[in-house]
């Protein structure tokens, strides 16, 4: 299996555009997780799914962001607009049964 | 919620040494608790987990203890050698529950 997959790895983008960032869990995983990684605040989940629907958001920042899961095998994390202070790493991450995650190699945002 | 604190936030050992990771967990119904090395520029990567109702686990090098009661848990790295060096993250859970992961420890190993 070729592992979670994201992308892109790297997006720059401008205050005030959209982003979205997808991710390709591995084929039979039935939960799927969006972290995002900054050096002040850690490792954050913001999401996460289980059979393609939405668990928990709580750790979704606010309403400019989203995320859907249409299947098993994708899902995007989307934020519009978007702002500075969202630059950081995402991660995805799916496990089977919702305990070994396996991550992604992460998008890295820079929103200028 | 959980909430989950690792100490030292960075250590520095000599090649062939041991290192030790320890977290605390403040949710009684935490039962699982994995181990994550990060490498730059990747994903965190589970390296080793243990459940509520064992207290100790092996894995070559690696092993990691668990004690319910005082709610802490801690990671040992035996004969260290550079390629060990990583950040690593512990971190707690229910059952279908969501993972809350410690801040990080950058280990780094000298040749």
């Known amino acids: 299996d070729a592992g979670v997959i994201q992308s892109p790895r790297h997006e720059v983008t401008e205050m005030g555009q959209e982003v979205t960032l997808r991710c390709k869990p591995i084929s039979g995983h039935d939960y799927l997780f969006w972290y995002r990684q900054t050096m002040m605040r850690g490792l954050e989940l913001l999401i996460y799914?289980?059979?393609?629907?939405?668990?928990?958001d709580s750790g979704m920042p606010e309403d400019r962001f989203s995320a859907k899961m249409p299947n098993a095998s994708f899902s995007t994390l989307k934020i519009q607009p978007s702002e500075p202070r969202d630059s950081a790493v995402y991660f995805c991450?799916?496990?089977?049964?919702?305990?070994?995650?396996?991550f992604g190699s992460g998008t890295q945002l820079s929103v200028l | 919620g959980e909430n989950v604190e690792q100490h030292p936030s960075t250590l520095s050992v000599q090649e062939g040494d041991s290192a030790v990771i320890k977290c605390t967990y403040s949710d009684s119904a935490s039962n699982y608790f994995p181990w994550y090395k990060q490498e730059l520029g990747k994903g965190p990567q589970l390296i080793i987990d243990?459940?509520?109702?064992?207290g100790e686990k092996k894995d070559q090098r690696i092993a990691v203890t668990l004690n319910k009661t005082a709610k802490h848990f801690s990671l040992h790295i035996t004969e260290t050698q550079p390629e060990d060096s990583a950040v690593y993250f512990c971190?707690?859970?229910?059952?279908?529950?969501?993972?809350?992961f410690g801040d990080g420890t950058t280990l780094t190993v000298k040749p």
């Open positions: 243990i459940r509520s109702n064992v």
């Open positions: 991450a799916s496990s089977l049964g919702s305990e070994k995650l396996f």
């Open positions: 799914f289980n059979n393609n629907v939405p668990i928990d």
């Open positions: 971190a707690a859970s229910r059952a279908a529950g969501k993972s809350t």
